[in-house]
């Protein structure tokens, strides 16, 4: 069953049902007519025997041997002791009930369907029930015929079997073309998600008219792939920003080497052209670093080695990374860590995180650096302060994206990838990035981790 | 040949200048938008180098501000990006050539020089004038058969009176296409200039190719000596 396409099982399903439904209808409606029917016999017998009983109590006629007269067809009236009293002429001179038959209706009335009775034709009903008259009990035995019945059961049953069957083969049809038009809809968005590819933007899949299930459906998946394009648009963006960030240096790289091949006269110029390249190099390797970090946190597979890090560790580490810098830049750095503050985290990539930091304090900003950890409610800051001229208020938004540079120049230092690791970093500790100015001035980065 | 290089980037813009100088072009830096509409419109370049990528107005705006300036200049449109949308869209603002980073340096410079002659409505990448003759490609000169030894900017005097042949030039307008901003404005350093070029391709011929006009300034004859 589950085999067949929707639209059969639906019809199928229907059909089923409405086979059962016709049937129970089909019953319910011969046998309200058959015990209709029955009863109407049933009383008009009990009328017949009641005429009987009034004219066997009536004085004279009472007494008559032509009490039943001849346009009787069927009616006795017996003596509780099996004899004749009065009989319809046509039926002769015999009993009709059994004498055991005749002692139990001179007690109570009762009522049978005999196969065959004498001057009937076919099915007959009968009624025995005793009458008191004139100081005795008599018996008076009624019938007719339950052909009228019977010939009307059968008309009604072939109707039902004729017209059922033709019912439910219409509403069979007409279940299977509703359900066909109730499926087009999905046939349609079907036909349309074939011809959608990866490569177009803003195909979406045709909406029913009607405010139904499968509109919400439509419109679901439209919403799903609106999301999904915008973030292959994303996808798209980084590439083209990573190509961009990777030809721009790989370009002046190319040309310094080719300037140096063709009028570099001196090693020393030869020298010179190297020493950039090398340089050039570096970067190139930094930036191909960082662009792996983000792909892998892109991926969620950014590996991280969870131990438990005292931040003061941390911190201390930090400070000796920058030591020489920080004395050859003639600025200063100043770590406030909290005692016994303690994060669940990847150390090497902690301090990578706030390496950043204090690269970007380093190199965009001015004044003392101070890095000070806090537990802030449930979790541990860490901020990065300095005294410069903090960021552009319109780059506070796009802080953590990808190569966005708060000097919109983009041949500038860096590979604008930093503050977005730093962003990956914290995410994939669960924590998050934030960046703010402070009034001080100068510009104040954190990142808050669970503690 | 005098070039504007309109690139942002430092370090690239400083190597695009070395190299040009080198090869005897003047070179003038702009590293925005605005400064170069601004140079484009005071001096007369024979070419304009255009990255795409500038802070603020980007390339094909200052691309197509340049034209509505009607700056005739050919412009090469230098970009990081390749999608064919981008070279459209360079084209169809008035750039006439288009070049993707990382580029071949000595592509660059075939590309100006092509540019540069397509400017001049001309077609044989050598120039002849007279018996006189000039490879830009491979800075050679030649009178009838024999090589003529020229340094950097004699050549590139000397070209600038070969694209024009028979024009009067004004010592600002040779000054104009032989030096960028960074010399000093003084219309000596051209009389020195066509001195030591008539020392080089007439005097060792007996030609005098180079005339002096009086009050207005020099020209190449166009049929030789």
Known sequence: MTRLP???????????MMALLLAALGWFIYARFDSELSDQIDQSLRAHGDDIASLLAHRDIGRSATLLGREESFAQVLTPDGRIYATAPQLGPRPQLTPAETARAARQPFLVTRPRIRTITGQGRLLARPVQARGQTFVVVVAASLDDRNESLRNLRTILLIGGPVALLLAS?????????????????????????AGESGQRLPRPEANDEL?????????????????????????????????????????????ALRYAATPEEMRTAI???????????????????????????????????????LLGDLRERFASRIGESGRSLTVHPADGLVVEGDRARLEQ???NLVENALQHGDGEITVRAALEGREVEIHVEDRGPGFPPEFIRHAFERFSRADPARGGEGTGLGLAIVEAIAAAHRGSAHVANRDGPGADVWIELPA | MRVLIVEDEAKMAGLLQ????????????????????????????????????????????????????GV?????????????????????????????????????????????????????????????????????????????????????????????????LSRFQLLEHAWDYEYENRSNIVDSYVRLLRRKIDRPFGTQSIETIRGAGYRLREGGA
């Open chain 2, 18 to 69: 070395r190299g040009l100088r080198n090869e005897g072009i003047a070179a003038d830096l702009a590293g925005e938008g605005e400064d170069a509409i601004w140079m484009a419109g005071a001096t007369e370049y024979d070419a304009i180098v255009l990255d795409l990528m500038l802070p603020g107005m980007d390339g094909f705006e200052v691309c197509r501000r340049l034209r509505d300036d």
């Open chain 1, 6 to 16: 929707i639209r059969l099982r639906l019809t199928l399903a229907f059909t089923v």
């Open chain 1, 173 to 197: 049809l007409a279940g299977y073309v509703v359900a066909g038009s109730a499926l087009r809809p999905v046939e349609a968005m079907r036909r349309r998600a074939a011809e959608i590819s």
């Open chain 1, 215 to 259: 509109r919400r459906l439509g419109d679901t998946l439209n919403e799903m792939l609106a999301r999904l394009e915008a973030a292959l648009e994303r996808e798209r963006a980084f590439v083209d920003d990573a190509s961009h960030e990777l030809r721009t240096p790989l370009a002046s790289h190319k040309t310094e080497l080719e300037l």
């Open chain 2, 72 to 168: 005739p200049s050919p412009v090469l449109m230098l970009t990081a990006r390749d999608g064919v949308d981008d070279r459209v869209t360079g084209l169809d603002a008035g750039a006439d050539d288009y070049l993707i980073k990382p580029f071949s340096y000595a592509e660059l410079l075939a590309r100006l020089r092509a540019l540069v002659r397509r400017g001049n409505g001309e077609r044989r990448p050598e120039l002849q004038v007279g018996d006189l003759r000039m490879d830009p490609a491979t800075r050679r000169v030649w009178r009838g058969d024999r090589e003529i030894e020229l340094t950097t900017k004699e050549f590139a005097v000397l070209e600038v009176f070969m694209r024009r042949p028979g024009e009067v």
């Open chain 1, 353 to 355: 995180a706030l390496g």
């Open chain 1, 275 to 313: 020493a950039s390249a090398v340089a050039e190099v570096d970067r190139l390797v930094q930036l191909a670093e960082d662009l792996l970090v983000l792909a892998r946190t892109q991926e969620g597979q950014l590996p991280l080695e969870v131990r438990r890090v005292r931040i003061a560790d």
